[in-house]
């Protein structure tokens, strides 16, 4: 299916994105547009990638403000967390938000037992939360706590397929 659209000639990333909504290629096109913004926002043309985000925000209102608090905490950490924070409170099942937040939090303010809480809250809010699962096993690696890396970095990134199918049960603890 996306072979096709290699072939053709899109006058901007958003009408791309459109086809891909089109022909039903929801995640594809929800992590794409998501990526559009960020990639444009990192590029210093932030009036591009508001088009990136409102296509995102369709597919998953709110994933905008995930991927804008990431992008802010490269230079204001503090800003960004209480941004995090503030939104947290009106969005508490938001799994993109609160991997965001964990990834504020380790990454950038170094706090791992703070961004363990969040990054487990993603993960309880949705099992199979790709951007959390990813950082759980940054965690886990961080704290030496190699079955865990297994567990996490496995399933995360499709060779054992969900954690609900990973042949092995789960063997990390939260």
């Not at 609160?98 to 487990?120: N, P, R, T, Y």
Request: a positive charge; aromatic letters at 8%.
């Amino acid at each position: 299916m996306i072979s096709r659209f290699r072939k053709a000639r899109f006058a901007s990333p958003v009408l791309l994105l459109l086809a891909l909504v089109a022909t039903g290629t929801t995640f594809s096109a929800l992590s794409a547009s998501a990526d559009c913004g960020m990639f444009y926002l990192e590029l210093g043309v932030p009036e591009r990638s508001k088009a990136c985000f409102e296509l995102a925000d369709r597919l998953q209102p709110g994933i905008s403000q995930a991927y804008q608090l990431v992008h802010l905490a490269k230079t204001k950490p503090d800003v960004a967390l209480a941004q995090g924070l503030e939104a947290a409170k009106a969005r508490p099942e938001d799994a993109y938000l609160a991997s965001a937040i964990g990834w504020v939090l380790f990454h950038q303010q170094h706090k791992l037992a703070e961004a363990k809480v969040w990054v487990d809250k993603a993960l309880a809010i949705d099992g199979n939360h790709h951007k959390a699962m990813s950082l759980k096993w940054q965690l886990c690696e961080e704290e030496k706590d190699w079955l865990c890396v297994i567990e996490y970095r496995v399933s995360g990134h499709g060779v054992a397929g969900s954690r609900e199918s990973a042949r092995a049960p789960l063997i990390c603890a939260s």
